[in-house]
């Protein structure tokens, strides 16, 4: 079925049931950025495969709402699709629901399944829309045109030892529940699956790239119970849960438990992590507490087990980059290589290593101007070849079942490289480095590191479009909060245990794009009479190409910390290395 007929589809089932307006989110009932095949409804729809957007369907118009990272990307598979797309100002900001009010009649029926659509999403549309009386109602109108749908994972579950974990499930109850009762919440509903996966110490495979199982937990002071596939997990597992004082339901249970939480409770909910449908199914009598997770904060700061195994998955990682990048070198012009088979390649060294568990996402290797497309993700169609000549950008990742990496570095391939592609990677490299040697003071929040780092390239009349950096799970989620570097002035402090990637770049489209990424640990530093400061371990260890970099743009400051990363890198990665290659990272880490 054509997107024009699926589209057409739709449109059929609106009219009848009198839907002025259709939303179709990116999201499952546990609102993930990854999402399940079941749930990829707007690629279902309209073919566009991004991680994030919104589609709005009237009778007139149908578009996608979509954030710099994929205005090419979009502008490409929405060709002919009968979708429009709408360039959104802010990156994640909910604009379309301005364009609902702007564009719809008093009294009007906007729908949405209310299964994938935030509470904080489904809350503003009612506060957004209610002054022109706009009527909201849940509706699926795209399981019944969607043939051969996929079903629900049913892949297997498995449980993480407290010895890996830190902190046994008992542990982590007794955590959330102390600050519920400090928030004088009595019942919690949990719907995020990396939340539930940190409580449980459970994973799984029920979404590519973040090992998570599909489930929901409902918490209160004498109970904790998993909605769960049961099929998932083993008689030993769900013994040994029981033991750590879990419930075990069906997944499906979930409406029955949420309709049998006592009247007039305080119910916790993160607004943002939870879907509308379920929250209505709630008592209306609760008081409802709307905030962060609190199993969030506490999944961010790592404990000293987690930070010790993370810190022996990057050298394994590291391994596997060197090994890449001396291979590239030594193949370029010699074998054919694109973009999908250098990524295989990587992939292929990774798995190498002890402990790989897969990639932590989709490989963004971009030759020359696909390096321009932040979020690029090459396909069949698109597969460039690698010559030898010009940038390649790789922005990659490994699950290791100690830990969560994600890198980005520049190849330079030839020698024929550009002023302005030098002085690009020198800025870029400028920039990952002034933030990563910060000194700051308690309390300093991601936007004010994310200035620091854009500097650099601010003094240059330089800018880019997506956030400076995001937290890393432990053996969880690539993307992880609540903590980010990025523009918006969101009060959420950088603390003594959070990983954080920092990752500046330089687009220009149709020619190429720069981006250097290493992952970072907020530590204790100093406290004296102003305050106490933190400053950032790295703890990435990769070799950063120096072949473009225009030492006239460094400071000595980021001279030495250049010189002391090689360094480490080399000491940490040599001792796995045979003769040749580290006759190769040494070469490699040479000081500047």
Known sequence: MTTHA???????????????????????????????????????????????????????????????????????????????????????????????????PDKAVVAFNDRLLSVFLGELLEEQLADKQIELKSYDFLNPIWENRPELPSEPAFLIDEKDAGVSTAGKLKLLRDALYDLKADHQLISSLDDIAWLFNIRGKDVSYNPVVLAFALIS???????????????????????????IKNYGDIEAGLKAVP???????????????LYKLLPLSSTFIHDINPTTHFKAIKNSTEIANVKASMVKDGVAMARFHKWIEEHIGKI??????????????????????????????????????????????????????????????????????????????????????????TLVLKAMIEGSKTLYPKGTCGYQIDAICRRPLWDHAINYGHGTGHGIG??????????????????????????????????????????????????????????????????????????????????????????????QVYDKLSPLLTTDEQAWLKQKCEAI
């Open 474 to 567: 432990y053996y969880l989620n690539v993307h992880e909060g609540p903590q980010t570097l990025n523009p918006t002035n969101i009060a959420i402090a950088l603390e003594p245990g959070m990983i954080t990637s920092i990752e500046p770049g330089i687009y220009r489209p149709g020619k190429y794009g720069i981006r250097i990424e290493n992952l970072v640990l907020t530590v204790k530093n100093t406290i004296n009479e102003f305050n106490e400061f933190y400053a950032f371990e790295t703890l990435t260890l990769a070799n950063i190409d120096t072949t473009l970099v225009k030492k006239e743009l460094l400071e000595t400051s980021h001279i030495n910390w250049l010189n002391n990363y090689h360094q």
């Open 221 to 247: 002071a004498d109970k904790a119970t998993l909605f769960i596939n049961q099929e998932k997990l083993s008689a030993d597992q769900k013994s040994l849960l029981n033991k750590e004082g879990v419930l």
């Open 6 to 104: 699926k589209l057409s589809g739709i449109r059929e089932q609106m009219k009848t049931a009198g839907v002025s307006a259709y939303i179709i989110p990116s999201a499952d009932p546990h609102i993930s950025e990854y999402l399940p095949d079941h749930y990829k409804c707007i690629e279902f729809a309209s073919g566009f495969t991004g991680s994030a957007g919104t589609l709005v369907i009237t009778q007139e118009f149908a578009g996608l709402w979509t954030d710099f990272r994929y205005f090419e990307q979009a502008t490409e598979q929405l060709n002919n699709s009968g979708y429009e797309l709408v360039k959104l100002k802010v990156q994640h900001a909910p604009e379309f629901i301005n364009w609902l009010h702007d564009t719809l």
């Open 336 to 425: 054919k290589i694109t973009e999908l088979s250098a990524s295989e390649r990587l992939k292929q060294f990774r798995a190498e290593q002890e402990g790989f568990a897969g990639a932590s996402f989709n490989t963004i290797a971009g030759y020359q101007a696909h390096g321009a497309l932040p979020h690029y993700a090459a396909t069949t169609e698109s597969d460039a070849e690698i010559l030898n000549e010009g940038l390649f950008l790789v922005d990659s990742g490994g699950q290791y079942h100690y830990g969560t990496t994600d890198i980005t570095r520049m190849i330079p391939l030839g020698d024929n490289h550009s002023d302005e592609q030098k002085t690009d990677y």
């Open 263 to 277: 009247e007039e409770s305080t119910i916790f909910i993160d607004p943002k992590r939870n879907c509308f449908g």
